[in-house]
Every structure is written in structure tokens, then in C-alpha cells.
């Protein structure tokens, strides 16, 4: 059991939500315009997590990075609608935990704007007393900052904080932030990439937090 803790902070894409469909659906709809190959689902999968300039800049030139965006973006805030679900007992684990009294805060690489549409279509933005995403900062995961300015929102100590996601950049982020990890194993990085980052805890999702908060 964790003890003492007042602050449960969550990713998003992996931990609760599944957008991988939206996320799939809109690159490769961006790939077609731009009149480039398809790329393979689970290559796309595996590169969510850092943000959207960092999921498409490996797939191209540097040179149609911003032309892409804009053809990615409005066709995600669509797709997000159509394509995207939480994870199978997120929304029981958040009831659970805001009855408890903790308080919750989303800590996403995700752009701001995505991350509001995703958390509102889904009905779960009552559950969150914050939110801060990458694009807000100077740096995102696996920098702490995201983590760190959240703690200083609530006022709370590295102590009383744990921190929830579903990539080794969540681990890595807990971890310079010095805060208790939790990482899930229904996203992008593989149970032996999470392995070796040596989290505190591993599950098999974040239904297992009932056992720890």
C-alpha cells in the first residue's frame, strides 16, 4: 500500500484512454494527402506519447512537418469523437479514487486542446482538479517539469504524489521527479521496456490501483 499519498496524477493516452484508433486513422489520412506511403498501425502505436510533432517527424522530411500538422490536427478532432474509448475500468478507478478524497491531475504530452476535447467527449473531466500538457512547457516527458509544476499547483511534497502511464518517458519523468511510479501495461511500451525502467510498481492496468491508494 502507498501511504501518505494526497496526489494521484494520470497520462492519458494508454493509461486511461484508448485513442490509438483516432491517432491511426488521422496519420495516415495526413500520409494520404500528402501522398506518402501508409505506415504500419503498431509503428504508429509505438510512436505515441511524445506529442504530435513527435509522432509524425520520424515519418518525413523536416521541410513538411508544419504542412502535415495542419492537415493532422482538424481531421484528429474529428477522429478523437469517433475513435476514441477509455480503457476497460478507468472510469470505476477514477470514482473510486475521487471518493477517497485524493485529488487527480493529468500530466499529457498530448496538446492541450486534444487532451480537452478526449476528457470531455469521454465524460470524465469532473474527475480532474488540473491538467497540464506538453505543449504548455518548455519540455515534455521525460522531463520532471510536468510533474513538478503539477505538485506545486496542489502544494503537495514529492512524497505524497504518485504519478500513473503507460511508457518508459512516464517512468523516466516519475523517477527526475522523484514521486512514486505506477506503470500500466495497455499502451505503447512493451512490459520489458517498463522492466527495466524499474517503476515501483507494474500492472496489468490501472485497475490495480485499488490495491495500492
Given at each position: 500500500?502507498?501511504?501518505?499519498?494526497?496526489?494521484?496524477?494520470?497520462?492519458?493516452?494508454?493509461?486511461?484512454?484508448?485513442?490509438?484508433?483516432?491517432?491511426?486513422?488521422?496519420?495516415?489520412?495526413?500520409?494520404?494527402?500528402?501522398?506518402?506511403?501508409?505506415?504500419?498501425?503498431?509503428?504508429?502505436?509505438?510512436?505515441?506519447?511524445?506529442?504530435?510533432?513527435?509522432?509524425?517527424?520520424?515519418?518525413?522530411?523536416?521541410?513538411?512537418?508544419?504542412?502535415?500538422?495542419?492537415?493532422?490536427?482538424?481531421?484528429?478532432?474529428?477522429?478523437?469523437?469517433?475513435?476514441?474509448h477509455l480503457i476497460y475500468?478507468?472510469?470505476?478507478v477514477l470514482m473510486y479514487?475521487?471518493?477517497?478524497?485524493?485529488?487527480?491531475?493529468?500530466?499529457?504530452?498530448?496538446?492541450?486542446?486534444?487532451?480537452?476535447?478526449?476528457?470531455?467527449?469521454?465524460?470524465?473531466?469532473?474527475?480532474?482538479?488540473?491538467?497540464?500538457?506538453?505543449?504548455?512547457?518548455?519540455?515534455?516527458?521525460?522531463?520532471?517539469?510536468?510533474?513538478?509544476?503539477?505538485?506545486?499547483?496542489?502544494?503537495?511534497?514529492?512524497?505524497?504524489?504518485?504519478?500513473?502511464?503507460?511508457?518508459?518517458?512516464?517512468?523516466?519523468?516519475?523517477?527526475?521527479?522523484?514521486?512514486?511510479?505506477?506503470?500500466?501495461?495497455?499502451?505503447?511500451?512493451?512490459?520489458?521496456?517498463?522492466?527495466?525502467?524499474?517503476?515501483?510498481?507494474?500492472?496489468?492496468?490501472?485497475?490495480?490501483?485499488?490495491?495500492?491508494?
Open positions: 500500500m502507498l501511504k501518505n499519498i494526497k496526489l494521484v496524477i494520470f497520462d492519458l493516452d494508454g493509461t486511461i484512454v484508448d485513442a490509438y484508433d483516432a491517432i491511426i486513422d488521422s496519420f495516415n489520412y495526413m500520409m494520404k494527402r500528402l501522398r506518402l506511403p501508409a505506415v504500419d498501425p503498431l509503428a504508429i502505436r509505438r510512436a505515441v506519447g511524445w506529442g504530435d510533432k513527435m509522432l509524425l517527424s520520424p515519418f518525413m522530411k523536416k521541410d513538411i512537418l508544419n504542412k502535415a500538422l495542419d492537415i493532422y490536427r482538424p481531421h484528429h478532432k474529428v477522429s478523437l469523437l469517433r475513435k476514441s475500468g478507468a472510469k470505476g479514487l475521487k471518493a477517497k478524497g485524493y485529488k487527480l491531475a493529468v500530466a499529457s504530452n498530448r496538446p492541450r486542446e486534444f487532451s480537452k476535447i478526449l476528457i470531455r467527449h469521454l465524460k470524465i473531466d469532473s474527475f480532474f482538479d488540473f491538467m497540464l500538457c506538453g505543449d504548455q512547457l518548455k519540455k515534455g516527458k521525460p522531463d520532471p517539469e510536468i510533474i513538478m509544476k503539477i505538485m506545486d499547483f496542489f502544494s503537495v511534497s514529492k512524497s505524497q504524489t504518485v504519478y500513473i502511464g503507460d511508457m518508459i518517458v512516464d517512468v523516466q519523468a516519475a523517477k527526475r521527479a522523484r514521486v512514486k511510479s505506477v506503470a500500466v501495461l495497455t499502451g505503447s511500451s512493451s512490459q520489458e521496456e517498463i522492466q527495466n525502467e524499474k517503476p515501483n510498481y507494474i500492472f496489468k492496468d490501472v485497475r490495480n490501483l485499488k490495491n495500492i491508494l
